[in-house]
């Protein structure tokens, strides 16, 4: 019984000494940014981004990045003309009054041929799909004023009718008006949170 016992007592330990190594990161809005471009009228391309966004990172005591979520407000998407952002926004794509955020939450990471992926969830428009992100984390480093950073950046391409953004035009020349590949990148910069 007491063998038994002294067994618990120090898987409980370890369990507690392995929570207590994991390290979160919150994503600094300030020095960060999710930004995209799509193919229009096929022969050239339009970017973006979104610049209302938060989220964090988890890594463990080998600074290993094992977790990642992202909450974005599809409200603040800027291409840097109002006039498409509002059509954007509105029924034909976005449905931000809808559909007003847009998240991703992951919490696997693999290693194939040499390269990190985070698998996760990405929702979308309202629409929830398995991804994989390749990725790669810098860091972690101290800034001038002591605080522990890490830095984040991942490419990927998504489809966008997959997750329902279907409207377009087609061209009398062939082709469409909108591309339905979109290109992501990402670039983070994230802040150790100091344990209480």
Known sequence: MKSSLS???????????TAL???????????????????????SKVTGKFSDF???????????????????????????VEKRDVHLRSADFFEVEKFPEASFDAKKVINRDGKNFL?????LHG??????LPFTVNGPIKDPWGNTKIGFEAETVINRTDYGLN???????GGVMV???????????ATKVQAP
Do not use: C, P
């Not at 409207?167 to 020349?173: C, G, S």
């Open 7 to 17: 067994i618990l007592v120090i898987f409980t330990v370890l369990l507690a000494t």
């Open 21 to 43: 190594a994991d390290d979160t990161y919150e994503i600094d809005a300030a020095h960060a940014s999710i930004g995209f471009s799509i193919r229009h009228l096929v022969i």
């Open 54 to 80: 938060s989220g964090s990172f988890m890594l463990d005591e080998k600074n290993q990045l094992k977790q990642a979520t992202a909450l974005i407000k599809v409200t603040s998407i800027d291409t840097g």
């Open 119 to 123: 698998l996760g969830k990405l929702t």
């Open 127 to 132: 629409v929830t799909k398995n991804i994989e």
């Open 167 to 173: 409207w377009n035009k087609a061209l009398e020349t």
């Open 179 to 189: 591309g339905e590949e979109v290109e992501l990148v990402i670039s983070l910069e």
